[in-house]
């Protein structure tokens, strides 16, 4: 800032603008910065101390509202955030967005991206490896169940995956020498790192390989972007005097993440590391238990449907639930397991997390005709009848029928 004296109070001069035009065309007067961060979250004390930073920026008063985004098993929903960017506050900080892909909350906006982390390998010091090319033949890789760096392994046969539960398994893998490297969510190695007062141990490089970059935006709703805007001018400001990377140092970089070389492969998406499993599986909810094993299903949906489906569940589904619906980075979509008679689902349950969280990198991306003909397909695959009436959007959408798994 001290190098360009007449860029802040510019800026400042033209949010204040932005201000004034956006909302009311009235008075600008000291406005409330109010935003919604996740306390559960390894980038929590970095996006507080961008909102003091940021507020300060903006001679703005602010509130933080925190919300506990881990969720219960199903994780935190998508939909949640419409919620909290609705009702609690005007902008939520720290929202991940592949680099490679898209995958915003339906009805939500982003900010220009402030900055940028991702998943990362982890290496001892001493090892010479700074990708996952360069590791020696044969070394084990500690990666976290149900992560996208599951995924590069395909690509790389000179390593193995060992994967763990959570990440503090597989940094313990790390760290005990069980592993040659670990991939891993650079906030939580950061964290943890910071935490044992280890840094000095292990080297952290950032992983040239498809969806492992990541966008960290500010996301808001229709109703708040004069004040995004203003934010937006406050964060073009710090970067300008070196705040911002003070600020979002070590967890993460200044700027948008590139995409990556491989950016047009289909893999995996956002539904990982410091938000894993947040996109998907929320909206399963319990209503009691309606289903009898006894009662023959009715026929919802053609053999023209399901087999349709069947060639898009290949194109847009496969590469992460596996071919035969086994599960690979996303769970099985088919047995006991995933519709048991205890889970309670209904079909339109399953349809909701289709259209509104899969695919997992690029969430409500497809047709309505496509999600119904994959439904079908499911159906189909969990032992369920096709018949001569075509299933529709809106009855998949409305189905209380019970979805469970019928052996086949
Ligand atoms: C990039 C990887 C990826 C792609 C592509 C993808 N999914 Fe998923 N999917 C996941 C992950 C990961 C989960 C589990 C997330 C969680 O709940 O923790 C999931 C969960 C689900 C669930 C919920 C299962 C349950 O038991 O809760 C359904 C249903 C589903 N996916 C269907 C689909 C369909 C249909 C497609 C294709 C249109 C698709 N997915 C594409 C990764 C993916």
Known sequence: MKNHPEQPSHRRWLAAIAAVLLMHGGLA???????????SSPTASMDTALAHAVARQEGATLRVHAFDGSGDDDGFALKQFNTLAARSCSLVLGFPIDADAHGLPPGLLASAPYGHTGFVLVTPRRSKASTLAQLPAGSDVAVTYQTTPNLYFVDHANVSADVHLSDAESLKALETHAVGAAMLWRPTVVRFLAERKEAGRFSVHELNEPHARFNLVALYDADHAAQA????????????????ARVLSPYAQTGAAAPTRHGNSAMLGRSAGGRSGRTCGAERKSAGKGASKGKAPPALFTTVQADNGKAKFKEHCAMCHGPNLEGRAGPALKGANFASDSSDFHVRD??????????ATEPGSLAHADYVEIMAFLLQQNGYPSGSKALTYEEAEKSKVPLIYRGQ
Do not use: R
């Open 350 to 359: 399953i349809f909701n997390i289709l259209t509104h969280n899969m695919p």
């Open 29 to 39: 007067v000291a406005a409330d910065l109010s935003v919604c961060i996740d306390s």
């Open 229 to 244: 805007a203003s934010f937006q001018q406050a964060v073009a400001a710090l970067e300008a005097s070196g705040e911002l």
